[in-house]
């Protein structure tokens, strides 16, 4: 059988050749010194003081909280309150830099500066029942239910598009404080709230916009901890907030952020990491090692884990129910529970998967008519979908068709209305673009918005679908030109194929934290099949692959290189040349550790 026809274009990163000179003089290996110069920014070394620290910074490389917009205000507001015994919800989102959120604002305000676990209360939003964000079904259901009403209220990685529910809580009352980082309206952030801390203010003196909302919160509790400090209360030294940061780790893999502009984000996910690994330091890692140890590997647990395994666990809690038992997870001091619980998030993640791929098929059906029509946007609507899994499905079509995607479904509890999940890549920012769909183009085609670069969300009236999809094609069709439209992977720009070997291996993991616009390597060489064989249930393949210009012949595995057993392969037989896209990756089978090639395309001669 011929290799399909939409194969994606394999496009080379562009080399920075200063870059790979630095790293070169600071002793990086030539391989090593050309990955970096697809990904570092000059910035990014200027900022560290070398290759090296931009690479893997330090955290006295981290900008400092006082530079954040009103910390100082939300500060004075959150150790009052704890001084005080005052009554304090924190409200977090529902996905995994929510939960880690609020996991590292519980944790700060009772653990280490003393405030009653009994007066200080955590709680996700409901994402099918009550949405993002504060939202007045929110409020009833953990404000209206028995008991008093809390006095101040905190979120967590939400809030910033909420003013007239804050506006509402101030008038009875209820002070607000604002950890955020999502984009901030045009009209501006909430004004009622006591203190809104967004790295997107304007006036904001903390330049790196690309902080998760995890990040907010931890920077938002140092500076409660100086407060606290200077009004005489004792505190833990500073040691204790860093051991915080395998949370914040979490948040800034699981929410995608950027690996690549981000020096802060990389200290993070460094430090973040070194914590995760360490036997006894927090019940729910020693769970998850477990978890990794006996998957397919050595112990060591990765970003890669944690974006794949550990956050698309603690996001399908969120998506199909209640976030809770992952916030549960990570603040357990119990091994056997956070065994538990783990067990528990990923039974969730099994009925989120079932979930997907009843829709998933009917997704890509529908897209793939707009394709044929030219479309530049995906806009793809699904009556039977499922407000839990549409951002995947959306991410999902980005992916496979190369085009900003968005995939509705009506929304839970409110028939009039869809809700929306945007997914897209650098050239087309999802969330100004939904602000330019419904404030110029199609003014009331959405009546509620939020987001991210990359990454959207919103309400729609089922009424105004068609205007909303016109809209929104127009926005793609004028942001991208023709070159960026249709499924792509980033491929490494290097001179001769690399063979998958341990020495190979171990130079691409001295180059880690990998995230987004910090890619794991892909890299390509056009070579002859030399052998072919159908392994595992028969859907995947082992090959062994020959580079046409002579490098060394090497093994690949082909995950999922068909959909049935029964299906024919998707390779002409033996000596067929193509040009084969994949990474290298660890494998470790009887104790024995050893590099793999993993197909990721293969796009015909």
């Known amino acids: 059988m011929p290799l399909p026809a939409s194969q994606p274009r394999l496009q080379r990163r562009r080399i920075n050749p200063e870059v790979e000179s630095a790293a070169r003089s600071e002793g990086y290996s030539d391989l090593q010194s050309r990955l970096l110069a697809a990904r570092l920014l000059p910035a990014?070394?200027?900022?560290?003081?070398?290759?090296?620290?931009?690479?893997?910074?330090?955290?006295?490389?981290?900008?400092?909280?006082d530079r954040l917009p009103n910390i100082e205000k939300a500060a004075r507001r959150i150790a009052r309150a704890i001084l005080h015994n005052e009554r304090v919800l924190i409200s977090a989102d529902h996905d995994g830099d929510g939960v880690s959120s609020g996991s590292i604002l519980h944790i700060a305000m009772t653990s280490a500066f003393g405030?009653?676990?009994?007066?200080?209360?955590?709680?996700?939003?409901?994402?099918?029942?009550?949405?993002?964000?504060?939202?007045?079904?929110?409020?009833?259901?953990?404000?209206?239910?028995?008991?008093?009403?809390?006095?101040?209220?905190?979120?967590?990685?939400?809030?910033?598009?909420?003013?007239?529910?804050?506006?509402?809580?101030?008038?009875?009352?209820?002070?607000?404080?604002?950890?955020?980082?999502?984009?901030?309206?045009?009209?501006?952030?909430?004004?009622?709230?006591?203190?809104?801390?967004?790295?997107?203010?304007?006036?904001?003196?903390?330049?790196?916009v690309h902080i998760a909302g995890c990040a907010v919160s931890w920077l938002a509790m140092c500076a409660v901890r100086r407060e606290l400090l200077a009004a005489g209360r004792p505190v833990p030294p500073v040691q204790f907030m860093a051991s915080l940061l395998d949370l914040c780790a979490i948040g800034v893999t699981t929410d995608a952020t950027s690996f690549g502009a981000s020096i802060n984000n990389r200290a993070f996910v460094s430090y973040g990491l070194e914590l995760a690994n360490r036997?006894?330091?927090?019940?729910?890692?020693?769970?998850?090692?477990?978890?990794?140890?006996?998957?397919?590997?050595?112990?060591?647990?990765?970003?890669?884990?944690?974006?794949?395994?550990?956050g698309a666990q603690l996001n399908a809690a969120g998506r199909l129910g209640s976030a809770m038992p992952g916030f549960e997870f990570l603040t357990t001091q119990d091994p056997a529970h956070a065994r538990t619980l783990l067990a528990l998030l990923g039974q969730e993640n099994s009925k989120r998967r079932a979930v997907e791929a009843e829709l998933k098929d009917q997704a890509f059906a529908i897209a793939e008519e707009q394709v044929a029509s030219g479309a530049h946007a995906l806009v793809v609507a699904l009556?039977?979908?499922?407000?839990?899994?549409?951002?995947?499905?959306?991410?999902?079509?980005?992916?496979?068709?190369?085009?900003?995607?968005?995939?509705?479904?009506?929304?839970?509890?409110?028939?009039?209305?869809?809700?929306?999940s945007v997914r897209s890549f650098p050239g087309f920012h999802a969330r100004d673009a939904l602000a330019r769909v419904t404030e110029v183009r199609a003014p009331g085609c959405i009546v509620a918005f939020g987001g991210h670069p990359g990454a959207a969300g919103y309400s729609s009236p089922r009424d105004r679908?068609?205007?909303?999809?016109?809209?929104?094609?127009?926005?793609?069709?004028?942001?991208?030109?023709?070159?960026?439209?249709?499924?792509?992977?980033?491929?490494?720009?290097?001179?001769?194929?690399?063979?998958?070997?341990?020495?190979?291996?171990?130079?691409?993991?001295?180059?880690?934290?990998?995230?987004?616009?910090?890619?794991?390597?892909?890299?390509?060489?056009?070579?002859?099949?030399?052998?072919?064989?159908?392994?595992?249930?028969?859907?995947?393949?082992?090959?062994?692959?020959?580079?046409?210009?002579?490098?060394?012949?090497?093994?690949?595995?082909?995950?999922?290189?068909?959909?049935?057993?029964?299906?024919?392969?998707?390779?002409?037989?033996?000596?067929?040349?193509?040009?084969?896209?994949?990474?290298?990756?660890?494998?470790?089978?009887?104790?024995?550790?050893?590099?793999?090639?993993?197909?990721?395309?293969?796009?015909?001669?």
Not at 287 to 308: H, L, P, Q
């Open 465 to 605: 679908l068609a205007d909303f999809h016109v809209a929104f094609e127009a926005e793609a069709r004028d942001q991208l030109p023709e070159f960026m439209i249709g499924p792509w992977i980033d491929v490494e720009n290097v001179s001769s194929p690399v063979a998958p070997s341990l020495a190979i291996l171990d130079e691409i993991a001295g180059l880690e934290p990998f995230g987004r616009e910090f890619e794991l390597p892909t890299f390509a060489t056009r070579a002859r099949i030399a052998r072919a064989k159908a392994i595992g249930d028969g859907t995947h393949l082992s090959l062994t692959l020959a580079p046409e210009n002579g490098g060394a012949v090497f093994d690949a595995v082909w995950f999922n290189a068909r959909q049935t057993a029964e299906d024919p392969l998707p390779i002409d037989g033996l000596n067929q040349v193509a040009t084969f896209a994949y990474s290298i990756s660890e494998n470790m089978f009887r104790g024995n550790r050893s590099a793999q090639a993993q197909i990721r395309a293969v796009v015909a001669a």
């Open 44 to 65: 990014m070394i200027s900022q560290a003081g070398s290759v090296r620290s931009a690479v893997q910074p330090g955290l006295r490389l981290l900008t400092p909280p």
């Open 115 to 208: 405030g009653d676990p009994q007066l200080i209360r955590m709680q996700t939003t409901d994402r099918l029942t009550e949405g993002y964000g504060v939202t007045d079904a929110y409020i009833r259901r953990v404000c209206d239910s028995g008991g008093q009403a809390p006095q101040l209220i905190i979120t967590a990685d939400q809030g910033s598009s909420d003013a007239a529910v804050i506006d509402r809580l101030a008038r009875a009352r209820v002070d607000t404080v604002v950890l955020d980082h999502h984009g901030v309206p045009a009209e501006g952030p909430p004004a009622a709230a006591v203190a809104v801390v967004n790295p997107l203010l304007a006036g904001s003196r903390y330049t790196d």
């Open 383 to 420: 009556e039977n979908g499922h407000q839990g899994v549409i951002g995947i499905i959306a991410s999902r079509l980005m992916a496979r068709f190369g085009r900003p995607a968005t995939c509705l479904c009506p929304k839970q509890n409110h028939p009039a209305l869809y809700a929306g």
């Open 279 to 310: 036997s006894g330091h927090r019940a729910c890692w020693d769970a998850f090692r477990s978890t990794v140890d006996a998957s397919r590997r050595s112990s060591r647990i990765t970003e890669a884990d944690i974006g794949w395994s550990l």
